[in-house]
């Protein structure tokens, strides 16, 4: 999980920050992506892809990340999912946390800041990055900021929960389950629900 930072490192990019993205796939609530940089690769935790951790190791990673990294989380909303489509969306959520991340470094810091980014998208960024394929299961750095994103995301579902206790976003975070459908059929769409993900529902 260190070869991308190992590499970087002899190159001179001393501090690496890793950049993913949680909610591209639910038919309800923001995408959230969180941009991390760590200060050392020592963790009680696990840290990996956070689609392979349980939601208690997760929340606990989640913390420990915390405390030992400099971090940013961004969300973009679900009118603004529906505006621009669900990719860009994603990629003006990542740009948004690795904006709100650099502006916590100095001008000298970031010479020496190479960004990892989840999955094969391409950015115009200011600063030397890679795009990693599934580098949320290859990169510390990127695992790290799928955590991040992903427990964020989810405690904001939750929160929506309360709003609209008929959905049970509590239980599938808006992702398109068989329960989720058929509360949709039963009582058509909340505040929240993407309605461009739902016209593609209604076509399939």
Not at 167 to 189: C, Q, S, V, W
Request: aromatic content about 8%; some cysteine; proline content about 3%.
């Amino acid at each position: 999980m260190l070869r991308y930072e190992k590499r970087l490192k002899d190159k001179g990019y001393d501090l690496v920050i890793g950049v993913d993205e949680a909610g591209r796939g639910p038919l309800a609530g923001p995408v959230v992506a969180a941009a991390v940089l760590l200060k050392g690769f020592c963790f009680n935790n696990r840290i990996d892809d956070s689609k392979k951790l349980s939601p208690a190791k997760r929340k606990n990673a989640f913390f420990e990340i915390k405390n030992k990294s400099i971090y940013a989380i961004a969300a973009v909303s679900h009118k603004q999912i529906d505006r621009m489509n669900i990719l860009q969306a994603a990629k003006l959520a990542m740009r948004k946390a690795l904006s709100k991340l650099c502006r916590q470094l100095g001008s000298a810091e970031l010479k020496r800041a190479f960004i990892l980014i989840d999955g094969n998208m391409k950015f115009e960024l200011g600063l030397p990055y890679r795009s990693i394929v599934k580098g949320d299961a290859k990169s510390l750095s990127v695992a790290a900021s799928s955590i991040l994103a992903k427990v964020h995301r989810d405690a904001l579902m939750e929160k929506y929960h309360k709003i609209y206790p008929a959905y049970n976003f509590d239980k599938h975070k808006g992702y398109p389950t068989a329960e989720h459908r058929m509360i949709l059929k039963k009582i058509g769409p909340s505040a929240i629900h993407r309605k461009s993900f739902l016209k593609c529902l209604e076509r399939i």
